[in-house]
């Protein structure tokens, strides 16, 4: 028994530690107002092609001309001509100056839960504050124009909708006719194909299609360590590959001022940049090989603003009058949806394109788990009911498993006094103890580690459907009952002001809401369910843990505190079941008893 509660103290102890870290070290420490001061914007365009067998690359280029920096976001866009798009889900634009996919904004999606509140913007111009987009092109030969940051391109029509897509054309003067036809669906991706065409005879050149999506400045993170933000991407036979940005400082220079990791000669895949709820991935065609980079460019100087890039390039394509060169590249830009995501995965034959959301290193279970989840939240309409039931479903499948874990406590508990016969028998002798010990098992048949094997079994789902609760949108602005209008945003109400009766504005740090304090009392009922520890400072660790758990926890997103109390209390009456089910003493109402300074006068 002793030897459990230990091993219980140690996973508590554990799950302590590593929550404790992410709620008060592992927090970014980004200035904010450095971000709100970004300077004007980096761009790029290509440059020199790049050596036989290298993979080739747009070249870095100096920050923008300030003059023609926008001090705002709408004044980046108002700067230059623009193609509109306007899709049942997608507003934005494109640059007529560059071709740029640079203004792209979620119609379905506000930051906040207010419908008033603005849309969830996701790409912003080069020149502007904030820079992030998607730029595609060709790196050229030696003496051949091709389109730049400055190119000015005619578009066949004002707008772009998922039924009108629209095509760009530029004419090098040189003999070479470049087009790019711009199509979008209902969703979030865009597919761009590139071509390339001779004009006249004796026209040859050799251009190399490449795509990037950059972002300018370091955005706020999260900063959990079941997260990851940054860059990231399924490199062929390379798998999947995540930096955040901090790890892009570590990275092998490859030219001045840009560090960068790079992959040759993959096929299948993507690669790009995610937030928690959004990202943004090249798709290239899914059966040629593509070079990709992984970079981050940063001036030498203090207070440089860094922008990373996610990059692939082809293989040089030879154009003449007979033979045109043309590229496909689909960008996808948007919310990661779980039920979208698959689907562009199967339509498009993308490699591993679904770990564009950050499933772990449990997918095995991660991702079933959300399914089920999926599937219960459809027919009932409500995502934290959903999680309540499949919480009941869990403990369910693990029931057996607990009950054998009862059983064998019961068990201990009623050959503790031979346990102890044996201890003074041998009281010098721990060899012979163990020995004795052994054999006690034997006879009564106790599996002695048979209440730790349910423990550990369990843990990976509880992490799996942890996770699933914390990195799916699904989740994001659910309503629940009452007073919990986000589920995944922490509970608003706070103790410190009686949940709202006092006019007093609560501090972040103080916000201790209504559902963290019924996850400590449930927490602290389970303790209270076994024999109180022997040892002082385990009895005062297991006695403020409830405690403990409750501040930690009320920054996290209601839906977790939810579900972390709906486990504790489904815990409470398994346990309490099962022990009296099998004769074996709850010792709640004896704690209880002991806590208010009153003895027990008959067992529970």
């Given at each position: 028994m002793q030897d459990n509660k230990n091993f219980f103290l140690a996973i508590a102890l554990s799950m302590a530690v590593l929550i404790g870290w992410n709620v008060f070290f592992g927090m970014p420490t980004l200035d904010q107002q450095r971000k709100e001061a970004t300077a004007p914007a980096q761009t790029a365009q290509p440059g020199a092609p790049a050596a036989p067998g290298a993979p080739a690359s747009p070249a870095v280029v100096p920050p923008v001309d300030p003059a023609r920096a926008a001090p705002t976001r709408d004044a980046a866009i108002a700067a230059?001509?623009?193609?509109?798009?306007?899709?049942?889900?997608?507003?934005?634009?494109?640059?007529?100056?560059?071709?740029?996919?640079?203004?792209?904004?979620?119609?379905?999606?506000?930051?906040t839960v207010d419908p008033k509140s603005p849309n969830i913007i996701v790409f912003s111009p080069a020149n502007g504050p904030d820079a992030y987009f998607a730029r595609i092109g060709w790196l050229p030969s030696s003496g051949i124009a091709v389109p730049t940051a400055d190119t000015i391109w005619t578009a066949s029509a004002t707008s772009l909708s998922e039924q009108a897509p629209v095509t760009l054309t530029w004419d090098n003067g040189q003999g070479l006719l470049f087009k790019r036809l711009v199509a979008i669906d209902a969703n979030f991706m865009v597919t761009v194909t590139d071509s390339v065409e001779a004009t006249r005879q004796g026209v040859e050149a050799s251009v190399t299609p490449y795509s990037f999506i950059r972002r300018v400045g370091t955005p706020v993170v999260a900063g959990f360590y079941i997260l990851h933000e940054g860059l990231l991407g399924v490199i062929g036979e390379n798998g999947l590959q995540e930096f955040s940005y901090s790890s892009m400082?570590?990275?092998?220079?490859?030219?001045?001022?840009?560090?960068?990791?790079?992959?040759?000669?993959?096929?299948?895949?993507?690669?790009?940049?995610?937030?928690?709820?959004?990202?943004?991935?090249?798709?290239?065609?899914?059966?040629?090989?593509?070079?990709?980079?992984?970079?981050?460019?940063?001036?030498?100087?203090?207070?440089?603003?860094?922008?990373?890039?996610?990059?692939?390039?082809?293989?040089?394509?030879?154009?003449?009058?007979?033979?045109?060169?043309?590229?496909?590249t689909r960008i996808f830009v948007g919310a990661k949806e779980v039920r979208l995501i698959d689907r562009y995965q199967q339509d498009y034959n993308i490699k591993l394109f679904d770990r564009l959301i950050d499933w772990g290193w449990f997918y095995w279970i991660t991702k079933p788990l959300f399914k089920l989840l999926d599937i219960i939240y459809h027919l009932v309409g409500n995502f934290g009911v959903a999680i309540l039931i499949v919480t009941v479903l869990v403990k369910l499948v693990f029931f057996p498993l607990a009950n054998k874990s009862y059983v064998s406590m019961a068990k201990m508990k009623a050959v503790q006094p031979e346990m102890v016969r044996i201890k003074e028998q041998y009281p010098d002798d721990r060899v012979k103890q163990q020995?004795?010990?052994?054999?006690?098992?034997?006879?009564?048949?106790?599996?002695?580690?048979a209440g730790c094997l349910p423990v550990i079994i369990q843990i990976p789902v509880f992490f799996a459907l942890y996770k699933v609760l914390f990195v799916t949108i699904e989740m994001r602005h659910a309503p629940f009952f009452g007073w919990i209008r986000d589920l995944a945003a922490p509970d608003p109400t706070s103790i410190f002001n009686l949940f709202g009766l006092l006019p007093w504005s609560v501090p972040a740090i103080l916000l201790i809401g209504v559902w963290p304090i019924i996850m400590g009392i449930t927490m602290f009922v389970q303790m209270k369910m076994n024999p109180e520890p022997t040892d002082p400072i385990q009895k005062t660790m297991f006695t403020w843990m409830p405690v403990f758990f409750t501040y930690l926890l009320a920054s996290f997103p209601a839906g977790l505190v939810i579900y972390w109390s709906w486990n504790n209390l489904l815990s409470v009456m398994q346990q309490y079941f099962i022990m009296r089910r099998q004769g074996v003493k709850v010792e709640l109402w004896d704690n209880l008893r002991g806590l208010f300074g009153k003895k027990a006068d008959k067992p529970a």
């Open positions: 230059t001509q623009r193609i509109v798009i306007d899709t049942p889900r997608v507003r934005g634009s494109i640059s007529l100056r560059g071709g740029d996919i640079d203004d792209i904004a979620l119609k379905d999606y506000r930051e400082e570590k990275e092998p220079l490859r030219a001045a001022n840009e560090r960068a990791r790079e992959f040759k000669d993959a096929v299948g895949g993507f690669i790009g940049i995610t937030d928690k709820y959004w990202a943004s991935a090249l798709v290239p065609d899914q059966t040629k090989p593509f070079n990709a980079a992984f970079s981050m460019t940063k001036a030498p100087t203090q207070g440089a603003i860094p922008s990373y890039q996610t990059i692939i390039t082809h293989a040089p394509a030879k154009v003449d009058a007979a033979t045109p060169a043309s590229s496909v020995q004795e010990l052994m054999e006690l098992y034997k006879k009564e048949k106790i599996n002695p580690l």
